[in-house]
């Protein structure tokens, strides 16, 4: 059985899983989620309800940054982008920023609590994530700015000429006041 | 809540999932499985636990038929496929074939016992599924030949054009004496 492998960084529970992707003639076949493995290696068992999919026609679209109030699974099935992550839980690392740029071979799970965000790197890039609440129409979560001056992402290509939605050109700067508190179990 | 809406097919338990896929200046957003709304359509509450991404870099890759102990939830993230299915359980609809042509705005509930392949029309078409068991190495499931003469599946690309994996040339006819029979619960 061959393990994906895990790697911490400074964003408490936010992980990097390299999968084992394998490419033959046809193109290539991988586990992009298995429960077993990925407890083996240490992820929570988060019991995903729903799985999504944003298709990304032009280099350059980015979206976020949103905090949804769910823990996310997430990766590429086709393309690359540069993912960033901002830590807007209350606590010590409030404001603690991540980046990283992905292919098909790795994935990212995103702690409640944690802002996400990508840039698309590739024309033609297919975004899929996993999820363990239900979405629901009317829904609100906290969102930050994707140029937020105390975030800081070092976006590959410049915001001015990114694509982005009208809704995430309208998300507030961070402000510890609104920092999200521990769910409550 | 926009409800995906569900066709049956001859095939007793496969059936095809109409999905609510958003297109936006950015490409698209769609919910590609869903609990609550899947339950709602009326689909088992099959319970994945484990996510399948085969990528095909070429049109004409053509995968399959493979028969798997599990039940499979199949979709696209990108790209387009025909996709080919054929009922390998013991009973009345043994050998009853299905085809449909899927775009990223459909997915298909395969019931375990029923064979799974697909012919890729599009270079850089993404195929994404779930299933309710865990693969192992060396699992052997029933496959069945693609040109098989009784099923006589008609692909829109000559078998002697496609690209083909080298196990996948080398399955067995239909025999009713291999059908498999119901899952003891
Ligand atoms: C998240 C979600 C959205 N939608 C609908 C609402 C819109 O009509 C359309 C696109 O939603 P947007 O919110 O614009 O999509 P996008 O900006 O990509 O953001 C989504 O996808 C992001 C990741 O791609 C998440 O981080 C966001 O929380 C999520 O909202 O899909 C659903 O039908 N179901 C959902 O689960
Ligand atoms: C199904 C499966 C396969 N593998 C490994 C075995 C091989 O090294 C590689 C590709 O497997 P293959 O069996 O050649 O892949 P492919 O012909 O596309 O068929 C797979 O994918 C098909 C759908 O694409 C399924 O219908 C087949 O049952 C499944 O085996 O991935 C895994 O590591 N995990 C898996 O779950």
Same mark, same amino acid.
């Given at each position: 059985?061959?393990?994906?492998?895990?790697? =911490?960084?400074?964003?408490?529970?936010?992980? &990097?899983? *390299?999968?084992?992707?394998?490419?033959?003639?046809?193109? @290539?076949?991988?586990?992009? +989620? %298995?429960?077993?493995? /990925?407890?083996?290696?240490?992820?929570?068992?988060?019991?995903? &309800?729903?799985?999504?999919?944003? @298709?990304?026609?032009? *280099?350059?679209?980015? *979206?976020?940054?949103?905090?949804?109030? +769910?823990?996310?699974?997430?990766?590429?099935?086709?393309?690359?982008?540069?993912?960033?992550?901002?830590? /807007? *839980?209350? #606590?010590?690392?409030?404001?603690?920023? @991540?980046? !990283?740029?992905?292919?098909?071979?790795?994935?990212? @799970? &995103?702690?409640? #609590?944690?802002?996400?965000?990508? %840039? &698309?790197?590739?024309?033609?890039?297919?975004? =899929?994530?996993?999820?363990?609440?239900? +979405?629901?129409?009317?829904?609100?979560?906290?969102? !930050?700015?994707?140029?937020?001056?105390?975030?800081?992402?070092?976006?590959?290509?410049?915001?001015?000429?990114?694509?982005?939605?009208?809704?995430?050109?309208?998300?507030?700067?961070?402000?510890?006041? =609104?920092?999200?508190?521990?769910?409550? =179990?």
């Amino acid at each position: 059985m061959t393990l994906p492998s895990l790697e =911490t960084t400074p964003i408490p529970g936010l992980v &990097v899983v *390299r999968l084992d992707r394998r490419d033959d003639d046809r193109g @290539f076949f991988k586990e992009n +989620w %298995q429960r077993e493995k /990925m407890l083996a290696i240490g992820l929570p068992d988060f019991g995903p &309800v729903q799985n999504n999919v944003s @298709f990304n026609a032009s *280099r350059g679209v980015t *979206r976020g940054i949103h905090t949804e109030p +769910w823990d996310k699974f997430i990766s590429l099935a086709t393309g690359r982008i540069f993912g960033a992550w901002v830590d /807007m *839980r209350e #606590g010590e690392t409030f404001g603690t920023t @991540f980046t !990283l740029e992905m292919d098909t071979s790795v994935a990212v @799970f &995103v702690p409640r #609590g944690v802002g996400n965000s990508y %840039q &698309v790197l590739e024309d033609g890039t297919a975004y =899929t994530y996993l999820v363990n609440e239900h +979405w629901r129409p009317g829904i609100a979560y906290p969102a !930050l700015a994707l140029e937020d001056p105390s975030a800081a992402i070092d976006w590959p290509i410049p915001l001015s000429e990114a694509i982005i939605s009208e809704k995430d050109q309208n998300n507030p700067a961070l402000d510890p006041a =609104t920092a999200i508190a521990p769910k409550k =179990t």
